[in-house]
């Protein structure tokens, strides 16, 4: 597809993109950059804090995967619909408001007084999340219509989701050290102030109306829910939620199938290149949302460190990947989307592998050096899949697509959480063996789904 097509596409008179010179598009990129930043680092900055979360809150295991997975859930159900919000509203308006609900939310988590005041805090954040990443991918492919300068600014969009990922366990360990658990989440608010100075100075996006899918939104949300009550909670409560989750995720997908303009179309998986991207961005989230999880509770709870200690043990694991989401960028560019997948994929497998190796008497320091390869291995793997997954969908379905692809992602990290907390709720070593294993096979499977591509999405 040239040039001139794609703008044809993506411009409709006196749209978004005529607009855009370099300074604008900058801008924008900035303020994408910074968005997705903030929404990832609190997907990463909490973990590190938990156990002072804990004994603050007076809260168990359950209570603390609930920290969690209210943010990620809220995140990854709703996102199905904020994509495709994203499209409706434009998106520089979705992107607006989503960051001012997420900063306000933020500041509510910080002085939340107790456990479910929190929760219920993470739960509003994580909607404002929703509507944030899907408008500021959007954003960024509006910015861009030309595809190799799109996915260098791809590359560099996932770079500050990187970035964030990478400072959040050690601003997470560091705040909660040196002040208070709080702080990691009133550290949102100059970024959130920054990203929406930035929005005042980029073009509006162009508005696509399109009704609302409602009954298959909610079905999602209440499918996902029970089915994460059902993993944390286990006992009856757990049998009676797995219940529900199959009840309402049939319900999903007969609305679906149904609905003139699904929540989730599901045709859009008859293509090879989107079912390839979402399962391989599902298994980057599950391997390094679930790796993060396991051991920041490993140093702390078993190795006894303070949280700082243990936030500074995940910076040779997290220091490099902005580097590598770069250079994978160079890498697809180049060479297509398919070979950095597939060298961060097996990177990713074995690096889960060698984990597997480490026990409760493992030194820290080669504990932190063996988590390097992992991370590596996704940081290769998420940009290319990302660009593939925005080449296989038509230029006005971007925010849909970034909907769908981020919804897996934060559905599978949500689920890990719950299983590997499960997992080491019955004896740590042992549990976290076998979520590393799951990790391991789920990567290996999506590695040979990948190496079947032929040739990139959308090549000629």
């Given at each position: 597809m040239?040039t ?16 855009l010179?370099?300074?604008?598009a ?15 680092l609190d997907?990463?900055?909490?973990n590190?804090?938990?156990p002072?979360i804990g004994?603050e ?14 943010y990620?859930?809220?995140?990854a ?27 306000l939310a933020?500041?509510?988590c910080?002085?939340?007084?107790n456990l ?9 954040q994580?909607?404002?999340?929703a509507?944030v ?18 996915a260098?600014?791809?590359a560099v969009w ?8 990478a ?25 959130g102030a920054?990203a ?16 609302l ?6 079905t ?6 029970a089915?994460t ?9 757990g049998l009676v939620?797995?219940a529900a989750?199959?009840?309402a ?5 007969r609305?679906e199938?149904?609905?003139?303009h ?5 045709g ?18 599950v ?6 999880f ?6 702390q709870?078993?190795?006894g ?12 694991m ?5 580097v ?6 160079k ?11 597939l060298l961060?994929q097996?990177l990713?497998v074995?690096?889960?592998l ?10 820290s ?16 793997t ?11 969908v038509p230029?006005d379905r971007a925010?849909?697509?970034a909907g769908?692809?981020n919804?897996a992602?934060?559905v ?8 590997f907390?499960?997992l080491v709720?019955?004896g740590?070593?042992?549990g976290?063996r076998?979520?590393?294993a799951?990790?391991a ?18 090549s000629?």
């Open positions: 040239s001139d097509r794609t703008m044809t596409k993506t411009q409709p008179p006196g749209g978004t993109e005529r607009q010179r370099p300074t604008s900058a801008l924008t990129l900035t303020a994408a950059l910074l968005g997705f930043a903030v929404t990832t997907a990463s900055v909490v590190v804090a938990l002072a004994t809150l007076k809260s168990g295991l359950s209570g603390l995967q609930w920290v969690v997975d209210a990620t859930l809220a995140f159900a709703l996102m199905l619909s904020t994509g495709a919000f994203a499209d409706r509203a434009g998106a520089s308006r979705a992107f607006g408001a989503g960051i001012a609900v997420f900063t933020s500041a509510a910080g002085g939340a007084p479910a005041m929190l929760i219920g805090a993470r739960v509003v994580g909607a404002a999340a509507v990443l899907p408008a500021s991918l959007a954003l960024v492919r509006q910015a861009y219509p030309d595809a190799a300068r799109r260098r600014a791809v996932a770079a500050g989701g990187s970035v964030a990922v400072l959040g366990p050690v601003a997470g360990g560091a705040l909660t050290t040196a002040w208070d658990w709080r702080w990691i989440f009133f550290i949102n608010l100059p970024v920054l929406l100075l930035s929005l005042l100075r980029t073009p509006r996006s162009q508005p696509r109306p399109a009704p899918d409602v009954p298959g939104q909610l999602a949300v209440v499918a996902l829910a089915l009550s059902a993993v944390i909670e286990g006992g009856t409560t939620a797995f989750a199959i009840v995720g049939a319900a999903f997908v609305i199938t149904r609905q003139a699904p929540v989730l179309p599901l859009l998986f008859r293509s090879r290149y989107v079912r390839v991207a979402v399962a391989a961005g599902a298994a980057c989230s391997a390094f949302y679930g790796v993060v396991l051991f920041s509770l490993f140093f709870q078993i190795q460190r303070s949280a700082l200690s243990a936030g500074l043990m995940f910076l040779p997290t220091g490099l990947i902005s590598t989401n770069i250079a994978s960028g890498l697809a560019g180049r060479y297509g989307a398919r070979l950095p997948m961060g097996w990713a074995a690096g889960l060698l984990l597997l190796c480490v026990d409760t008497s493992t030194p320091a080669a504990v932190a050096v063996l988590l390097v390869p992992t991370a590596l291995g996704c940081a290769l998420v940009p290319p899949l990302t660009a593939t997954m925005m080449e296989a230029p925010g849909l697509a769908v692809l919804s992602r934060q599978a990290g949500g689920l890990a959480i719950a299983v907390g499960a709720g019955g740590f070593e042992a976290m076998w979520g590393l799951v990790s096979v789920l990567f290996t499977t999506t590695a040979v789904a990948t190496l079947r591509l032929r040739r990139p999405a959308g000629s």
